[in-house]
């Protein structure tokens, strides 16, 4: 949900349904990847035969696509818009069909695209959701500096110990359970967000601790402020993997009310925090590995 201009400066929550074309599987399924000390994803792809980067998007159903690779307006075919979702406001974007989008060694073809500038995300222009791919799985390795995507299961590294979560769909993204405190939510697993943050209904109820001296000022789509809460877990628990004494910011973004969520204890867990494990995604059966 939810790409971010800063680490705590604005909170774009990217929550798109849709459906995609099939992609065309070549034999080297691997991405490479980067990720900024803003906690921001960096891959390279290709749109419309022009070289670009962009972010693999688990909290995003439907692509953004920068509009200087995009054919002018005049020109361009024009479908219905899409509405994004955000931490203090929403915004539609226009929709064209993109010729060719290649990452890794997949290509998609026609695929319907948010037509995407600075003004509105800064630096981070294309946006491919997760699920623009069918590979069974989705492995996300971090350290290594690489996406694969592959049909087997999920690969086992013994150099790491590897918990695994079942998760759910809802609206597309996918949610596991993670404690705070003790205490369970729902949590999604966001590549696309640069910050992890929780709703202030798990915060409250988890009992965690207040931080004043961190409360930041937040910026939304519609450039609305909002002060944000800053609280500090006294654990985290994700499967068997405990955290313990970290800071997160508080938020209630529409997203969660859009989805009916807005009263449960839920979180969304960012590359601040999933980029210290390795995260393998088996859709086939709908578990997620967290590997450290």
């Given at each position: 949900m939810r790409i971010v201009r800063s680490i705590i400066a604005g909170l774009y929550l990217l929550a798109f349904i849709a459906s995609f074309?099939?992609?065309?599987?070549?034999e080297d399924q691997g991405i490479r990847v980067s990720i900024n000390d803003k906690h921001q994803m960096r891959v390279p792809l290709t749109i419309n035969g022009?070289?670009?980067?962009?972010?693999?998007?688990?909290g995003a159903t439907f692509p953004l696509i920068d509009s200087a690779l995009l054919p002018s307006a005049e020109v361009r075919e024009h479908l219905p818009n899409v509405l994004v979702q955000g931490l203090?406001?929403?915004i539609d974007f226009e929709v064209t069909s993109v010729s060719s989008i290649e990452i890794g060694a997949d290509r998609l073809e026609?695929?319907?695209?948010?037509?995407?500038?600075?003004s509105r995300f800064p630096g981070l222009l294309n946006v491919i959701p997760a699920?623009?791919?069918?590979?069974?799985?989705?492995?996300?390795?971090?350290?290594?500096?690489l996406i694969s995507l592959y049909e087997n299961k999920p690969i086992s590294d013994p150099r790491i110990f590897?918990?695994?979560?079942s998760y759910k769909q809802i609206a597309e993204l996918p949610f596991v359970r993670a404690k705070i405190n003790g205490f369970s939510g729902l949590a999604l697993i966001d590549t696309g967000s640069s910050a992890t943050f929780v709703n202030s209904v798990f915060a409250d109820k988890a009992k965690v601790k207040e931080r004043p001296d961190l409360a930041r000022e937040l910026f939304g789509v519609d450039d609305a402020a909002t002060v944000a809460r800053i609280v500090q877990?006294?654990?985290f628990g994700l499967g068997q993997h405990r955290i313990r004494q970290f800071n997160v910011m508080v938020a209630d973004p529409v997203l969660f009310e859009s989805l009916g969520?807005?009263?449960?204890?839920?979180?969304?867990?960012?590359?601040?925090?999933?980029?210290?494990?390795?995260?393998?995604?088996?859709?086939d059966f709908q578990h997620i590995w967290f590997g450290r």
């Open positions: 074309p099939q992609a065309i599987a070549g022009q070289a670009s980067f962009g972010i693999v998007d688990t203090s406001g929403e026609a695929v319907p695209a948010g037509i995407n500038d600075d699920d623009a791919f069918d590979e069974r799985v989705i492995d996300f390795d971090f350290k290594r500096g590897r918990s695994r979560l877990l006294r654990t969520l807005a009263d449960e204890p839920v979180m969304i867990i960012g590359l601040d925090v999933l980029r210290h494990f390795r995260v393998q995604i088996d859709r």
